[in-house]
């Protein structure tokens, strides 16, 4: 299938019966009676190429309207909300009124799908006869899509061209999908002690792996270590999640994915001393002991802002709440992901700024370059879970504001 563009899906009620009454017409008018099995076989095949020359008017004309593509079931003239479209190699090619005559007499005879868009590149829309295999089945359109002779196949509900030799093809194929994670910052990724994995993060990945229709392999990786392990040779992982900040210097090596959480750096503390801090100067102070864990931003953002604090650094991400509510340190640099969280499970801690962020940002995935077609998939993922209200529905469970 030819690469397009997001489909535009509109097509007027009244056309659709318009042109079912002038396709019943010419049926019955070319027999010279109701019944269709009494027609000879010359005027049966007169009558298939009559439909298919009104249906090719009728898909034309939808084509001018719909110049960023579509597909069509022309049985129905009806336009399919979920499926996974894939061309045949027998219709590769048409782009004129004339040949999208043959595309259709195709559709009829086998599927009864339509697809089309426009190439600005030579000013010419094309057409093909497409097949729609379920959206659970993504590696049979693939290898239709092989067979064919063709670039990509293209996912409907979520409008993402999936390439048949691409890293999406490699994880299909190997029915895993490998996603590096700490597993140490609740509410976002967390692994208990039996080597369960939940969180935001991780349902994000579990929506990933079930549109590709592979399982989930999870890697642990570590915030001081996570840049070299995306990149390390051999691969670790196919793409990192749970809780990483979308940043230029990240975007520089790696890529990143359209934000799925907002984020903002912000403070636990004590609950008897919420009131002491109501700035970044308040917690700026020698005898203020701040902790932060090692090698992520809020090491990198208390180093660079709380020039005059005690700085504690320790290992365990997931300690740092008990020891502020336990005295050994007196505020912990945290997101206003993770801050909710621990405020909700331990009476003793509060988060006074939390409405009132010191920064912004967005949290998305992370994976190395050259697995663009990867991360479109992911994009196109993430676009249809805040469309279709999935999102929100995550937030919600996990306490967290919807940004979108």
Partial sequence: MMERNEVHRTFRHGVQLLLAARIALLLLCSC????????????????????????????????????????LDVRTMSEPREGIAVSYAATQGCHSREQLEKVVSHALQHDGYVGGWYNSDDGLYYFDSNRLFAETDLASAMQFGRENSQHSVFILSCG??????????????????????????????FREADGAYWGFGIDVAAAIASRLNVVTAFVKTSWPTLTTDVLAEPQQFDFAIGGITITDARCETMLMSEGYLANGKT??????????????????????????????LNEKFALANL???????????EEIPSLVANGDADVMITEITEAPYYVKTDS????????????????GVLMRKGQDDLLHFVNAIISQMKADGTLRQLHEKYGLVYAY
Avoid at 47 to 64: F, G, H, N, P, Y
Avoid at 274 to 296: F, H, K, T
Avoid at 307 to 317: D, G, L, P
């Fill in 348 to 363: 003793r801690l509060a988060a006074p700024l939390i409405n009132e962020p010191f920064t912004h940002g967005q949290i």
């Fill in 307 to 317: 020039t005059h604090a005690t700085i504690i650094v320790h290992q365990q991400n």
């Fill in 32 to 71: 010279g009676t109701a019944s269709l099995s009494s027609c000879s076989s010359s005027s049966h095949s007169s009558t298939e190429q009559t439909s298919a020359s009104v249906i090719a008017d009728k898909v034309w004309e939808l084509a001018i309207s719909h110049p960023d593509g579509f597909t």
């Fill in 267 to 296: 403070i636990l503390c004590r609950k008897e001393e919420a009131g002491r801090y109501r700035s970044l100067a308040d917690i700026d102070r020698p005898e203020v002991r701040v902790m932060v864990n090692p090698g992520g």
């Fill in 160 to 189: 993402a061209d999936v390439v048949l030799d691409g890293k999406v093809a490699e994880i299909v194929s190997r029915g895993t999908v490998a996603i590096g994670t700490t597993g140490d910052y609740r509410p976002l990724s």
